[in-house]
């Protein structure tokens, strides 16, 4: 398909999606307690041991740096770390770093964030049940039902001049995939021009209108777009159906549980006391006006 006539995404992939500024990221679920058997001693630091859990959380920690990194040499690489981050956090403590205040500030906000992480990650996966799943998709689904699609090829000139050349010879019976890959400049000439099927507003405006108009089998004048001069050739119509729920469950999955948070954080902003320092209190509203009381009539 062409990506460049394509400024929205679908229908049911807008439904799904939640604004960033109204969501939280998702925190990683904290794992049940390992047995001894099961998170092995690895390394010990001045008597400090250093599990393979231990490991496994640094990985997870420093993923974007080792992205890059064989993984036959990652664990050695992480363990290295851990050793050399005991070494120093022991030097640190005799030297009483964490008795600054700088210190007891990122210590603060790093357990804060634990705190915050640990309890959204909870209340998400209380959230992400079948019921809820199934209610998602039923609802985005019936947005979706009795939608008009629309199979069309295309071919993108430059001027005018070249589309109208182009429907002249289309109408003494040219063949449209043909001329298409011949003559149209858009990434997906070597289609035939074929765009698959695609909803209205899922084109921009102007294409829309003229494909969504034609019949079957019928091709375009001219029509301008901000990409160029298209001639438009309707292959078929037909009602959208939505995609299977396999399909689409790990967005729904991901929308239900961030709902679920944002919702929870919403209610404890509800009863908490906020008071904000950075802002000028808004100016109180004057009362309306007494009327004055008329003379008395003598």
């Known amino acids: 398909m062409t990506a460049s006539l394509r400024p929205m995404s679908s229908r049911l992939r807008r439904t799904l999606a939640l604004s960033a500024s109204s969501c939280l990221a998702l925190a990683l679920l904290a794992g049940a307690p390992a047995r001894a058997e099961d998170n092995p001693v690895l390394a010990k630091v001045n008597g400090a041991e250093i599990h393979q859990s231990d490991v496994a959380l640094a990985e997870e920690e420093l993923a974007p740096s080792l992205a890059q990194m064989d993984p036959s040499a990652r664990k050695d690489a992480v363990l290295a770390f851990l050793i050399d981050m005991k070494i120093v956090a022991k030097a640190a403590e005799e030297k009483k770093v964490a008795e600054q205040a700088d210190f007891k500030r990122k210590l603060d906000f790093a357990r804060n964030r634990l705190l915050m992480d640990n309890l959204l990650a909870a209340e998400g996966k209380a959230a ?93 004048d001219p029509v301008k777009t901000q990409f160029g001069w298209h001639i438009i050739k309707v292959e078929e119509k037909r009602n959208r159906q939505p995609p299977d729920f396999a ?14 948070q ?16 950075d802002k000028a209190a808004a100016p109180a509203v004057p009362a309306p006006a007494t009327p004055a009381t008329p003379p008395a009539k003598k």
Do not use: C, N, W
Request: glycine fraction near 6%.
């Open 128 to 220: 992400l049940t079948d019921e809820a799943m199934k209610k998602v998709y039923d609802d985005a689904a019936k947005q979706i039902a009795g939608e008009q699609e629309v199979h069309a090829r295309h071919i993108l000139v430059p001027t005018e001049d070249e589309a109208k050349a182009i429907k002249a010879e289309l109408d003494k019976g040219a063949d449209f995939a043909k001329l298409a890959k011949e003559k149209s400049k858009d990434p997906g000439a070597s289609d035939g021009g074929d765009l698959g099927f695609f909803t209205k507003e899922q084109m921009v405006p102007e294409f829309s209108k003229v494909a969504f108009e034609l019949e079957p089998g019928k091709i375009s």
């Open 247 to 260: 399909q689409v469950k790990p967005q729904i999955e991901q929308y239900v549980t961030r709902k679920a």
């Open 262 to 277: 944002s919702e929870y954080v919403a209610k404890l902003r509800e009863t908490a006391k906020i008071e904000r320092m």
